[in-house]
T-cell receptor, first 111, second 114 residues
Framework: RKEVEQDPGPFNVPEGATVAFNCTYS??????FFWYRQDCRKEPKLLMS???SGNEDGRFTAQLNRASQYISLLIRDSKLSDSATYLC????????????FGKGTHLIIQP | SAVISQKPSRDICQRGTSLTIQCQVD?????MFWYRQQPGQSLTLIAT?????????ESGFVIDKFPISRPNLTFSTLTVSNMSPEDSSIYLC???????????FGAGSRLTVL
């Protein structure tokens, strides 16, 4: 299975700070990427899709760097409620394949 | 997006027994997948549940251990057979959407094998 790799953290960040983490992928044929958020003992939920050069949604910005084969997630003005595990996922095509997930980056926002 | 109901939400089972997990979706969906998330690990795709035909299994997963049914476009089951403690995990059903290649997950079934 194609690999998607993330720094597991934890990232301990003070409230209000900006935090960024990356996800690298090994399959250059990967077509689309996603960031999911997973709260403790809950299912993953889609945070953002990253289709081309990146996108922004409020305090969250996702970037895709195809040359270096990584995607990044930037969180500005972090809130206590941002504490969660952030999973990177990639889709490599083929129709029937599901997404390939990284192991997740654990983020802790401290008051 | 589709609403996915999974049951049981959790169970504690004895070694050697089997458990069937059900996944019900509130709308017809083409693609349904079963994932496993072991403690401290990420999600690993077990198989794609195909309506009207045998499931497509990923490397390391076999039909005898994880038989899957998909009788229609809104329902699927995953059975974990002859369980061992190593099967203790969260099993998640997912469907595609909203959006191309996006997955929506059920709440998961937390299985503990003693």
């Amino acid at each position: 299975r194609k690999e998607v790799e993330q720094d597991p953290g934890p990232f301990n960040v003070p409230e209000g700070a900006t935090v960024a983490f990356n996800c690298t992928y090994s399959n250059s044929a990967s077509q689309s990427f996603f960031w999911y958020r997973q709260d403790c003992r809950k299912e993953p939920k889609l945070l953002m899709s990253v289709y081309s050069s990146g996108n922004e949604d409020g305090r969250f910005t996702a970037q895709l760097n195809r040359a270096s084969q990584y995607i990044s997630l930037l969180i500005r003005d972090s809130k206590l409620s941002d504490s969660a595990t952030y999973l990177c996922a990639g889709y490599s095509g083929g129709g029937a394949d599901g997404l390939t997930f990284g192991k997740g980056t654990h983020l802790i926002i401290q008051p | 997006s589709a609403v996915i109901s999974q049951k049981p939400s959790r169970d504690i089972c004895q070694r050697g027994t089997s458990l069937t997990i059900q996944c019900q979706v509130d709308s017809q969906v083409t693609m349904m997948f079963w994932y496993r998330q072991q403690p401290g690990q990420s999600l690993t795709l077990i198989a794609t549940a195909n309506q009207g035909s045998e499931a497509t299994y990923e490397s390391g997963f076999v039909i005898d251990k994880f038989p899957i049914s998909r009788p229609n476009l809104t329902f699927s089951t995953l059975t974990v057979s002859n369980m061992s403690p190593e099967d203790s995990s969260i099993y998640l059903c997912s469907v595609t959407g909203p959006g191309a290649n996006v997955l929506t997950f059920g709440a998961g079934s937390r299985l503990t094998v003693l």
